[in-house]
T-cell receptor
Framework: KNQVEQSPQSLIILEGKNCTLQ??????????LRWYKQDTGRGPVSLTI?????NTKSNGRYTATLDADTKQSSLHITASQLSDSASYIC??????????????FGQGTILTVHP | DTAVSQTPKYLVTQMGNDKSIKCEQN?????MYWYKQDSKKFLKIMFS???????INETVPNRFSPKSPDKAHLNLHINSLELGDSAVYFC?????????????FGPGTRLTVT
């Protein structure tokens, strides 16, 4: 069964600090991994998408890493801002067949940034 | 301009009623989706349409029926609503459904069944 697990479930940090969120997956066959940011009451917004051959990708202060061998990914947030407070969701896409366009979502890590 | 829009944003209704949620995208995408986000915040795909053709139909009760009148619209009709249907429903769209593609999500419709 395809699964995506994230840790920690929630995290509180002070503004300006860095943090790292973790994602482990068992989705097979693997196509790509995404990190989404979901603000309260809004739809998810994509931060990064990585394929099998990519092991790091950045989007501003967000840097995602991927280890396809161990099926792990991380999202590192640098110099956090209050606006980073949101749920961060790891999403893995399977390749081919009946998995057409099908994404498996993690439960998300709720990040709270305090001033 | 809103890329993916949904109406209504909030929907409160009683058990047994029938309701519809509408979704429209102005991105020119050919694939649209419906997701359900439960109280534990898990997002799970319900349906996927490509060029108005049903591609993915997960294990969803027959009470849920998607309809795609054209590539820019994907509506969700729910019959005989139950308490367990209470959730946030998200519409999304993408250009293509295979490989590396970007999915754009709507703002969500919070459905509350009383």
């Amino acid at each position: 069964k395809n699964q995506v697990e994230q840790s920690p479930q929630s995290l509180i940090i002070l503004e300006g600090k860095n943090c790292t969120l973790q994602c482990n997956y068992t989705v097979s066959p693997f196509s790509n991994l995404r990190w989404y940011k979901q603000d309260t009451g809004r739809g998810p917004v994509s931060l990064t998408i990585m394929t099998f051959s990519e092991n790091t990708k950045s989007n501003g202060r967000y840097t995602a890493t991927l280890d396809a061998d161990t099926k792990q990914s991380s999202l590192h947030i640098t110099a956090s801002q209050l606006s980073d407070s949101a749920s961060y969701i790891c999403v893995v896409s399977a390749r081919g067949g009946t998995s057409y366009g099908k994404l498996t979502f993690g439960q998300g890590t709720i990040l709270t940034v305090h001033p | 301009d809103t890329a993916v829009s949904q109406t209504p944003k909030y929907l409160v209704t009683q058990m047994g009623n029938d309701k519809s949620i509408k979704c429209e995208q102005n991105l020119g995408h050919d694939t649209m989706y419906w997701y359900k986000q439960d109280s534990k915040k898990f997002l799970k795909i319900m349906f996927s349409y490509n060029n108005k053709e049903l591609i993915i139909n997960e294990t969803v009760p027959n009470r849920f029926s998607p309809k795609s009148p054209d590539k820019a619209h994907l509506n969700l009709h729910i019959n005989s609503l139950e308490l367990g249907d209470s959730a946030v429903y998200f519409c999304a769209s993408s250009q293509g459904g295979q490989g590396v593609y970007e999915q754009y999500f709507g703002p969500g419709t919070r459905l509350t069944v009383t």
